[in-house]
């Protein structure tokens, strides 16, 4: 459940940051960037995986998730954690790959498998 500060059971925050999300593609990326196998997306601490839309490219815009809207803010830029979590290099594997933050214009249940499409 998405509510109107974040996904239920996360310590997240109401605003431009309430819920994170990352492309499923990146993972990928950012493990071949660092020598490996996608990396696990419990690591890099994003709210929701997605995967065949480009998040980019919907900055600003609203966007449906199951029956939660949002609208996409700014990016989630790496954080100095990730050379401890992912190694030497994680922090500059991350950036560019690292997802997009996300404030609630409505709140509503998300449920694995649903499409993520934008409302404009």
């Known amino acids: 459940m998405i509510s ?3 996904l239920d059971g996360d310590r997240s925050r109401a605003g ?4 994170t999300l990352i492309q499923q593609e990146h993972l990928g990326a ?3 960037y660092l020598g490996r196998g996608p990396v696990s997306p419990e690591i890099l601490r994003r709210n929701l995986v997605v995967s065949g839309i480009n998040l980019a490219a919907l900055k600003g815009r ?3 998730v199951g029956e939660a809207i949002l609208r996409f803010t700014v990016i989630c830029a790496p954080c100095s ?3 401890e ?3 030497k ?3 500059s594997a991350v950036r560019g790959h690292g997802g997009w933050c996300a404030e609630v214009v409505r709140p509503g249940r998300v449920r694995l498998g649903d499409p993520v499409q934008p409302v404009d």
């Open 81 to 83: 954690r990730m050379e």
């Open 89 to 91: 290099g994680g922090y």
């Open 85 to 87: 979590a992912l190694g």
């Open 30 to 32: 950012i493990g071949s």
């Open 16 to 19: 431009k940051r309430a819920v």
């Open 62 to 64: 609203e966007v449906q």
């Open 4 to 6: 109107s500060v974040g």
